[in-house]
């Protein structure tokens, strides 16, 4: 039977212990639940929060950061953020002494481990809280680093980053509490005379946390990315130190001081998060990997550091989570909704210029064609209505700016200037070339519209590699069955985050289900309204499968928080 436990006191538990149920529930029936509006409207967030959350941005640029982001630097300062949109941020961040800092991580976590799974999730809460009223400033930062467009950067950046960190706060609250304190232990027995004599123990038992844990930041979304592994160790008892991208340091930098604030008024050693800021090149990321006080890692960004970090933390026994790059692959059968199919596969293609890592790639589509509610269309047709679909989107400058952002990096604008080269190696055609957009506040973006390449099936030397950005490629098969023979073959091979197939065949879709399964990636179905494949919903749908080389987690089931902590037995004999 289980021991009377000692209940956990903290004011923060006792004002968010409703959320917490809300939060239990929701993971566990994984039900659509939202503690934070989406809507950067001012009627949700009041009249004046748009004006001062930019006001708050601006205060940061061309200065030191103003707050402490370490619990111990060396007196140097590091900084080199430029606007995908142009302007130079100018903040500089004070560099982390490693040594003094992850000797104070390590000092921090015997009082935050003693305070308990639950105060932690309360305290993990009142932070998420606290970064949601800095939503605005935070869509700001996140817009200048990432490219993001504004309302994007708001909704990804703010609030569902904000809501998949409390599911990971859930995720591994439910896991810690699956232990229970103590437990009187009894096992029947007789005496030497054949009397019962059962034997009792009381057996305790103490969560504890593997050790700090390191978080590596992405360019393109520095705070969804990296939210889950931030809050899944804090919650666990973990301590943290966030290196972010060098040119996405500020997102980050806000989120640190945010937590660090709320960490100290609550009565706890704010060295449990630390910013580590680098500069670009230095390489930063490999020398903390392979520091001896990491225990934990979690990473997204290229497959190459990924698949070494993987290798060298599995060497040096840490926890390493990783998300890196995939094939996300559509498969296009038969439709009975052409407009609506059309539609949505242009907005998934065109959302921030494809530089998700849930943009669709790949799209399969047979030589026999697509029955469609419009009549037949052929490969080539129904090519070229899905690049007239795109290119009515993305036909107003003005308004598709506000959709495609700004490219990031050199490499995806050099991706979208090869659509040629590539069709032509590959013996290929360009559909619709990839539009330069002219940004209409802001002359120094480079914006591109998606473009798209046709290509032979044959030719899986082009389109088995990631061509991050804003293009996708049409793949013409044999038949329906060889979609989904290379949707499995080549997301198991390659890795993939998303699938996605169109048909009125009942049968088709059973066999779509399978191939997701032997390629381990999400399948969706027959998206034609205000859903994508590029978005999933924090507390239902799992980021990742951990099931293909893309991930090898996911956010968020049981494995991505189980292992960050681990359980020490007492006993004795009552």
């Known amino acids: 039977m289980t021991a009377q436990a000692t209940k956990p006191t903290h004011p923060l538990l006792d004002q968010h212990a409703g959320v917490l149920d809300e939060i239990r529930q929701a993971l ?5 639940y939202s503690r934070y509006p989406e809507s950067p409207s001012p009627r949700v967030y009041g009249e004046t929060a748009a004006a001062e959350g930019l006001a708050a941005y601006e205060a940061h640029l061309n200065r030191p950061y103003a707050a402490e982001l370490a619990s111990a630097v060396d007196g140097t300062f590091v900084g080199s953020e430029v606007s995908p949109y142009g302007p130079t941020l100018g903040v500089a961040y004070p560099v982390l002494d490693l040594d003094a800092g992850l000797a104070a991580a390590e000092a921090a976590i015997p009082a935050w481990r003693a305070a308990g799974p639950q105060v932690r999730a309360a305290v993990c809460v009142e932070i998420a809280d606290q970064i949601n009223r800095r939503s605005f400033e935070l869509a700001n930062a996140v817009m200048h680093t990432s490219g993001q467009p504004f309302v994007m950067s708001f909704q990804a950046g703010g609030p569902h980053a904000q809501e998949r960190a409390i599911e990971a706060v859930a995720a591994g609250l439910i896991e810690q509490e699956r232990v229970p304190e103590s437990v009187v232990w009894e096992k029947p027995g007789k005496d030497r005379e054949g009397k019962p004599a059962p034997i009792r123990m ?39 130190v966030i ?11 806000i989120t640190v001081d945010a937590a660090r604030t709320v960490l100290a008024e609550a009565g706890f050693d704010p060295a449990l998060v630390q910013l580590a800021a680098e500069a670009d090149g230095q390489g ?29 933390g ?40 494809g530089q998700m890592c849930t943009a669709p790639q790949n799209i399969y589509v047979p030589s026999t064609g697509v029955e469609t509610d419009e009549g037949h269309l052929s490969f080539e047709e129904f090519g070229e209505r899905l690049a007239g679909a ?51 506040s802001f002359a120094e973006a480079v914006v591109r519209a998606p473009g798209l390449v046709s290509l032979d099936v044959q030719r899986e030397d082009v389109y088995t590699q990631e061509c991050f950005g804003p293009v996708g490629f049409l ?27 169109y048909s009125t065949d009942e049968d088709v879709l ?65």
């Open 314 to 353: 599995a060497a040096l026994g840490k926890l390493v989570y990783t998300e890196k790059a995939g094939l996300n692959t559509v498969v296009v059968d038969s439709t009975d909704n052409l407009k609506g199919v059309l539609g949505n596969l242009a907005f998934s293609l065109t959302l921030y210029s």
């Open 28 to 32: 566990t029936s994984r039900s659509w």
């Open 475 to 501: 793949i013409e098969t044999a038949s329906t069955d060889q979609s989904l023979a290379q949707l499995a073959d080549t997301v198991r091979q390659h890795g993939g985050m998303t699938a996605s197939v």
């Open 390 to 440: 795109v290119s009515r989107l993305t036909g107003d400058d003005a308004k598709a700016v506000e959709l495609l952002g700004a490219t990031v990096n050199d490499q995806v604008r050099s991706n979208a200037d090869s659509l040629e080269s590539m069709a032509a190696e590959a013996e290929g055609r360009v559909v619709l070339d990839s539009r330069r957009v002219v940004h209409p």
């Open 243 to 253: 290196k972010p991208h060098p040119r996405a340091v500020l997102p980050l930098a």
């Open 510 to 574: 059973e066999q779509a289900r399978q191939a997701a399964v032997a390629g381990g990636v999400a399948l969706s179905e027959n998206l034609t309204g205000q859903i994508f494949v590029n978005q999933t919903a924090a507390f239902s749908d799992f980021h990742g499968t951990g099931a293909n080389p893309a991930a090898n987690a996911a956010y968020t089931d049981a494995a991505y928080v189980a292992n960050r902590f681990r359980v020490i037995t007492s006993r004795r004999h009552v």
């Open 284 to 312: 930063l990321a490999k020398t903390l990997a392979e520091r001896d006080e990491i225990a934990i890692i979690d990473y997204t960004g290229g497959p190459a550091f990924g698949a070494w970090l993987e290798e060298r």
């Open 202 to 240: 009381q057996k305790d038992y103490r969560i504890i946390p593997r050790g700090v844990s390191l978080v590596i930041g992405c360019n393109t979304f520095p705070t969804w990315n990296a939210y889950p592994g931030i809050f899944a160790s804090l919650v666990t008892g973990n301590p943290v």
